[in-house]
């Protein structure tokens, strides 16, 4: 999902959302599964993560609302998946918030990804 430098701004947003809330799946999915943490370096997913939110929260500063909601869901979802490999599938509340979390992710995603393809066609 490469960001072109001519992209116009609503399909870079979307773009940058998109690989935001990926990143922030695949954070969650690897606090419940040894297979995901290996098949993907802690370092290189929270370099991507970083980058990506530091990005997001750039283009967001013109809405100082949607800006701090993207914020405050990013730490959410981080401190949930903290206490998510600290405490492992012996808490079964964190559990179900890990999976609750990773389902709105997943629904915001899909929707994402069907706007910037219909932003994409309309490019052409």
């Not at 940058?16 to 990926?22: G, S």
């Not at 401190?79 to 559990?95: D, F, P, R, Y």
């Not at 990804?113 to 309309?122: I, K, T, W």
Request: glycine residues 2%; aromatic residues 4%.
């Amino acid at each position: 999902m490469a960001i072109h430098a001519s992209s116009p701004a609503h399909i870079e947003t979307t773009e940058t959302f998109v690989r935001l809330y990926v990143f922030l799946s695949q954070y969650l999915d690897r606090c419940r599964d040894e297979a995901a943490r290996r098949s993907f370096p802690e370092a290189e997913l929270q370099a991507h993560l970083s980058a990506t939110k530091a990005k997001m929260l750039d283009i967001m500063a013109v809405n100082r609302v949607v800006k701090d909601k993207v914020a405050q869901e990013c730490v959410r979802i981080l401190t949930l998946g903290e206490t998510c490999l600290k405490q492992g599938s012996a808490n079964a509340s964190v559990v179900e918030d890990v999976k609750r979390e990773r389902e709105i992710l997943q629904n915001k995603t899909i929707a994402l990804s069907d706007l910037l393809a219909v932003f994409r066609a309309a490019e052409n």
